[in-house]
Structure formats: structure tokens, C-alpha cells
């Protein structure tokens, strides 16, 4: 019979689809996991992977039992937490992954007072795009994540904790700077700062102004800038504007506060959600988290959709 470590090696060296990188990650040498592996394969008469490939590919059977062996090692860990947690107190792994146009802003609101609150919790945090997050939950590599929804995933729950109205910023010497409310039909294509392809808070932003039709107008999409921080510094020392969520408006120098405007009604907005695999059993943590975020953030956050918000997909 396999043993939870095989699997656990089965299952890596498909990730990394490659030895050497899955030994290094499971913490063993590289003939240990081979030597397990072809084990493994002996006892079943199956071969896993096409060693041919550069980079090795699971075989059609392999695909089969990699899948299954993600599904044990899902319900081992279960066990194992079910075990150590009979106290319903939340402790523990949890691996929480958020989009960068979410983490710096949202971090500092929750993330000490959490770890004080809930010291038996080991938080892991890393920062990935929505694509990538979607990929790390399906296998297992993260426990939630927080970021824009609606995704339309059958196999993640959404737990939506704010929605968060864009905000215009623009440059001092901007025609609009002297406006105090801006409609979206005042946007001009070519004036925006966009985020590289990948974010959806990019896709967001095209949608609100109406950029979807005219890609010819606007020269500075070339810029693959994946930071917010960055489009700030060129707006403030150069010129145009860009949509900033509420949450990064706040961070904005106290002496440039006069350029962020507000937008008319509805509002456009991001759904901003706690997001994990239905099958997840660290709900004591998921729960705890949820809270802690919900009674950090500034109360001027909706945590409600209202007919005042046009909550945007992504």
C-alpha cells in the first residue's frame, strides 16, 4: 500500500515537474524521492511520469492517481487538524495568499492584531495574481486568499468582505484637478496609467473608462508596471491619472490629497472577498480572520452592496 509520503512526493514532482526541485521542496535528497517513487510504480505496475519531456509530464494514468493522491493527503491533513484542534480554538498552518493591489493596503489594518489575537496561528502570507491564486487554491498550495470576485468557481466559496469604491487621482496641472466630483464620461483615454496585463484591478479600470473599444488612444498601456505605487510616483511627477481603490487613496502623501477626487454615482467598486476550496476544513481560522478584517477596516468601507456602488467584475 502507498504510504502518505509517496503521495506526498507523487504529488510534488508534479508540481515542479522536476526531481530535483520537488526533493529540494519536500526536504529530502533527490535519490530518496526517486527511490520512493519508483517504489511506488513497482508495487502498482504504473509509470507516473514521461521522463522523456522536458519538463517531465505525468503519463494519462499518472494524471489519474496524481488527482487521487491530492484528494488523501487533502483528508490526511484534515485529520491531523481535526486531532490537534479539539479545542475549537484556531491554531495552526493557514497559508493565505492576497493580490498586490490588495496586500499592502489591507495588511497593516489587521495583520498585527491578528497575530496577537490568534498566537497559535502560523500565518504564512504571499502576494500572487488572480490567475495564480486560483491555480495555488485548486492544488492545495494555499489555504485562502483574499481578492476581487466574483470569480465564478464552482469549487471556491466567496465570503465577500467589503465593497471598495475607485477613487480618480490625478495630476496637479490636470484639467479635472479643478473639478470636485468626476462622472466617468469625462475620462480621457489617453491621459490614463494602467496597470500591467494580468491584474484585475486593470480590467477594472478599462471598464470604468470605457477603454475597451479604443486601445489606439492610449500609447501608455505599453508600460508593464505592476505596482500602484509606481503609476503614483509618474502621476505626481508627470502628468495624467489612474483609479485608485479606497484603501490605496489612504496611503496617498497627506500633501497630495487634494488630487484624489471622488467619482458620481453609482460608484464604481471591487467586491473584495475571502476566498477558499469548499472541501477546506481550517474554518475556525477562516472564521477568525474574516472578523478581524471586517472590524479593522476604516468604517467608511461598505460592507454591504448598496444601489450607491456599481460593483465591477473582474
Known sequence: MATLTQLKY????????????AAEACHVSQPTLSMQLQKFEEEYDVVFFDRSKQPILPTQEGETIIAQAKVVLREAEKLDDMCKNRSQEPMGEFRLALIPTVAPYLLPYF????????PKVELYIEELVTE???????NDRIDAAILATPLGQKSLVERPLFYEPFLLYLHRDHPLAKKSRISQSMLEPQDIWLLSEGHCLRNQVV?????????EKFPNLRLESGSLETIVHLI???????????????FIRPNNKALIKPLVRPIPSREVSLVYRRSQHKKLIIEALAQEIIQRIPAELPREKSKSLEVLGI
Open 132 to 138: 495564480s491564486i486560483i491555480e495555488a487554491l485548486e
Open 207 to 215: 471598464e470604468i473608462c470605457s477603454l475597451r473599444d479604443q486601445p
Open 111 to 118: 495583520l498585527s492584531q491578528f497575530t496577537q489575537t490568534f
Open 10 to 21: 507523487l504529488v510534488a514532482v508534479d508540481r515542479w515537474r522536476h526531481f530535483g526541485k
Open 236 to 250: 505626481e511627477r508627470g502628468s495624467g491619472y489612474t483609479l485608485l481603490p479606497h484603501l490605496a487613496s489612504q
